[in-house]
C-alpha cells in the first residue's frame, strides 16, 4: 500500500508532556497537510506544506504547536505541554499540486 | 469557515440510490465543488469533485447545478459499506491557501438493510 502513512496510530501521553507524531506522504507528492478532529466535527486545518515550505501556520492553534518537513518528504507535528483540550485525531494528508488530497488514517491523542 | 450547508443526516435502504445534497450559495467562479467521505475511524476519502459539468466516475455521480450554487452527490446502488459521514467541500481552483479543503459537520449517510 502506497497511500499516506501516519505513525503511531495511538498516542496516550499526560498532561504536560510533549508529543510528536509522523507522517508519510505518497512518494511523487509535493504539498502535505495536517489537520485536527475532534469528535463529531469535521477536520480543522492546522498547516500545509510545499515541498519542504511551511506556506500556511496561521491556523495552528497555538504557539504549542509546531510542524516540519525537513527534506520535502516526511513531516513531523510536534505539540508541546499537552493538555486535555489537544486530545483528538491528528490526520495528515498529502497531493500533488492542486489534485484531490489523499489522508492517512490519523493519530489519535489522548491526553490524560 | 466552510462554505457549504448540507442536512445532518440521511437514511438510505440498500441497493437504491443516495442522493446527498449541498448548498454553496457564495461558491465563485473559481472555486471547485469536492466530495469526500469519512468512515469510522478512518481518514476521509475523496470521492470526486467538479466545477460546472457534471461528473460520473466510479464511486459516484456529481450533478451541479447550472448556477453552481447547490449540488447533489448521487451513489447510484447504496450498500451497507456507503455508511459514512460524506463532506461537501468548496475548494479554490489555484492552490495556494485557497486549495486547502476547509470541512463542516458533513451528512452522516446510514444505509439500512
Known amino acids: 500500500d502506497t497511500g499516506v502513512s501516519q505513525d503511531p496510530r495511538h498516542k496516550i501521553t499526560k498532561r504536560g508532556q510533549n508529543v510528536t507524531f509522523r507522517c508519510d506522504p505518497i512518494?511523487?507528492?509535493?504539498?502535505l497537510y495536517w489537520y485536527r478532529q475532534t469528535l463529531g466535527q469535521g477536520p480543522e486545518f492546522l498547516t500545509y506544506?510545499?515541498?519542504?515550505?511551511?506556506?500556511?501556520k496561521s491556523r495552528l492553534l497555538s504557539d504549542r504547536f509546531s510542524a516540519e518537513r525537513p527534506k520535502g518528504s516526511f513531516s513531523t507535528l510536534e505539540i508541546q505541554r499537552t493538555e486535555q483540550g489537544d486530545s483528538a485525531m491528528y490526520l495528515c494528508?498529502?497531493?500533488?499540486?492542486?489534485?484531490?488530497?489523499?489522508f492517512g488514517n490519523g493519530t489519535r491523542l489522548t491526553v490524560t | 469557515d466552510a462554505k457549504t450547508t448540507q442536512p445532518t443526516s440521511m437514511d438510505c435502504a440498500e441497493g437504491r440510490a443516495a442522493n446527498l445534497p449541498c448548498n454553496h450559495s457564495t461558491i465563485s467562479g473559481n472555486e471547485y465543488v469536492y466530495w469526500y467521505r469519512q468512515i469510522h475511524s478512518q481518514g476521509p476519502q475523496y470521492i470526486i469533485h467538479g466545477l460546472k459539468n457534471n461528473e460520473t466516475n466510479e464511486m459516484a455521480s456529481l450533478i451541479i447545478t447550472e448556477d453552481r450554487k447547490s449540488s447533489t452527490l448521487i451513489l447510484p446502488h447504496a450498500t451497507l459499506r456507503d455508511t459514512a459521514v460524506y463532506y461537501c467541500?468548496?475548494?479554490?481552483?489555484?492552490?495556494?491557501?485557497?486549495?486547502?479543503?476547509?470541512f463542516g459537520k458533513g451528512t452522516k449517510l446510514s444505509v439500512k438493510p
Open positions: 512518494s511523487e507528492h509535493n504539498r
Open positions: 506544506f510545499q515541498n519542504e515550505a511551511q506556506l500556511e
Open positions: 467541500i468548496v475548494r479554490g481552483r489555484y492552490g495556494g491557501s485557497q486549495g486547502n479543503l476547509i
Open positions: 494528508a498529502s497531493s500533488t499540486g492542486d489534485s484531490p488530497l489523499h
